[in-house]
C-alpha cells in the first residue's frame, strides 16, 4: 500500500486543458501499475488510463484526448486532459497497485487510492 495525493482539478470550459497530478508516498512508484479512475453523480467508478508495465491503456470515451505519464524519478504520476468535454466532469482517483490483475478496469484490482479531485468542465 502507498498513499496518493492528487492535485490539479478544477473548474475549466469545454475544449479547455487540466493538468491532474499524482504524488507518491510509501514506497517506490516504479514496483507500481498506476491508473486513473473517474466517478460521476449517480454513475458507477470507471477506468479512464492506466500504465501497467510499459504500456498504456484509455478508456475509448478518453483516446486521443488524454495522456497517462509517470516519472519514477519524482515518484509521481499524471494525467493531461485536452479537449475536455462536459460529460467529463467527475472526481477523478489516482490509483496504484501491483500486477497482475483480474482486470485492470476493476476498480478493487487496484490497491491504493487518492481521495480524489474534482473537474468540472462547463459548456
Known amino acids: 500500500q502507498v498513499r496518493l495525493v492528487e492535485s490539479g482539478g478544477g473548474l475549466v470550459q469545454a475544449g479547455g486543458s487540466l493538468r491532474l497530478s499524482c504524488v507518491v508516498s510509501g514506497d517506490t512508484l516504479s514496483s507500481y501499475a498506476m491508473g486513473w479512475f473517474r466517478q460521476a453523480p449517480g454513475k458507477e467508478r470507471e477506468i479512464v488510463a492506466a500504465i501497467i508495465g510499459r504500456k498504456t491503456y484509455y478508456a475509448d470515451s478518453v483516446k486521443g484526448r488524454f495522456t497517462i505519464s509517470r516519472d519514477n524519478a519524482k515518484n509521481a504520476g499524471y494525467l493531461q486532459m485536452n479537449s475536455l468535454k462536459p460529460e467529463d466532469s467527475a472526481v477523478y482517483y489516482c490509483?496504484?497497485?501491483?500486477?497482475?490483475?483480474?482486470?485492470?478496469?476493476?476498480?478493487?484490482?487496484?490497491?491504493?487510492w487518492g481521495q480524489g479531485t474534482q473537474v468540472t468542465v462547463s459548456s
Open positions: 490509483v496504484a497497485g501491483k500486477p497482475p490483475f483480474t482486470s485492470y478496469t476493476y476498480p478493487n484490482s487496484w490497491g491504493s
